[in-house]
Nanobody
Framework: QVQLVESGGGLVQPGGSLRLSCAGS????????MSWYRQAPGKERELVASITNVGDGTNYADSAKDRFTISRDNAKNTVYLQMNSLKPEDTAVYYC?????????WGQGTQVTVSS
């Protein structure tokens, strides 16, 4: 059974850091393009960062560039999102996504709240 489980969310003050984890099971993360999305209250889900399954090329939303880093640990079948210099506008539910050809998988999401 394919499953993606996010963890690492929580409450953090502005300027703080969090590392989100996305653990895959039932498939091999290294063979999929992996992405982090987020959805804030009252807004549509948006792409934050992605990493390819060829050469670990990465892409970031403008709002995340230079603050967030997506990475992969193939031995642990896990993808990470390191988030630094967090801002209140980063508050959202963060979702892990896996994509290869016609196959797409989603995690349940983890809450990130940035507040004083």
């Amino acid at each position: 059974q394919v499953q993606l489980v996010e963890s690492g969310g929580g409450l953090v003050q502005p300027g703080g850091s969090l590392r989100l984890s996305c653990a895959g099971s039932g498939f091999t993360v290294s063979t999929y393009a992996m992405s982090w999305y987020r959805q804030a209250p009252g807004k549509e889900r948006e792409l934050v960062a992605s990493i390819t399954n060829v050469g670990d090329g990465t892409n970031y939303a403008d709002s995340a560039k230079d603050r967030f880093t997506i990475s992969r640990d193939n031995a642990k079948n896990t993808v990470y999102l390191q988030m630094n210099s967090l801002k209140p506008e980063d508050t959202a539910v963060y979702y892990c996504n896996a994509l290869k050809l016609s196959k797409v998988y989603w995690g349940q999401g983890t809450q990130v709240t940035v507040s004083s």
